[in-house]
């Protein structure tokens, strides 16, 4: 048996063992997560932002992964407000695990948007925050879509619609997976202020999703 937790997983590896299908472009689940036309962000959220976008622009290169999670991170969530909603809630470093014949992936999730009070239940959203950049050992791909998956066979909906994002530095990069297909973005760098108006527009949008 395979046994692997979130940490060790590479994405070429998931797609493999799971039968993936990367795609690279044209993958409806996704483009619904972007279109954010209808997303209106007022004089008072834009206000905020641009202290946001001030700070992160200044700081993020010296901060850890801890000051960028707890000075930009959370306040950036804290303004979308997932809170006043009955139908799902965020939840913070939550044990997830699953185990099939063949494979046994287990870890903890960062940040998870599901159903449920005091559990996660059914996820909708995942947040991977990961301070270094691409090239070092370690994937924050495949650390996202191995906790996506494992939601996946949690649910035992193979057909549910699974969304989330993963950070390094200052970029974000948002997936979708649907079924044995996912696909990312390209990076949304938050220090420049129309990509993390972006950003802040599509955190939005998942809740009109959900």
Not at 31 to 53: F, G, W
Request: charged share 25%.
């Amino acid at each position: 048996m395979i046994k692997k937790t979130f940490e060790k997983c590479l994405w070429e590896d998931l797609n493999f063992w799971f039968d993936l299908e990367r795609l690279e472009e044209n993958f409806e689940p996704l483009q619904h997560l972007l279109r954010t036309d209808s997303i209106i962000i007022n004089e008072e959220e834009q206000k905020q932002l641009q202290i946001l976008h001030h700070l992160v622009s200044k700081r993020f290169t010296d901060w850890n992964e801890d000051e960028l999670k707890m000075q930009f991170i959370s306040p950036l969530l804290h303004q979308v407000d997932y809170h006043n909603s009955h139908k799902f809630q965020p939840f913070s470093q939550r044990m997830m695990r699953m185990e099939t014949e063949k494979i046994e992936i287990s870890g903890i999730v960062e940040w998870v948007l599901a159903s449920g009070k005091q559990i996660p239940r059914e996820p909708y959203f995942f947040l991977h925050e990961y301070k270094k950049e691409q090239g070092t050992e370690a994937d924050p791909l495949g650390q996202l879509l191995a906790a996506m998956l494992t939601a996946q066979y949690l649910n035992q909906d193979k057909n549910k619609i699974l969304y989330g994002t993963y950070i390094t530095g200052k970029d974000w990069y948002f997936v979708a997976l649907a079924g044995k297909q996912y696909q990312r973005t390209l990076p949304y760098s938050v220090t420049e202020l129309d990509k993390l108006l972006k950003v802040y527009a599509i955190l939005q949008n998942i809740k009109l999703i959900i």
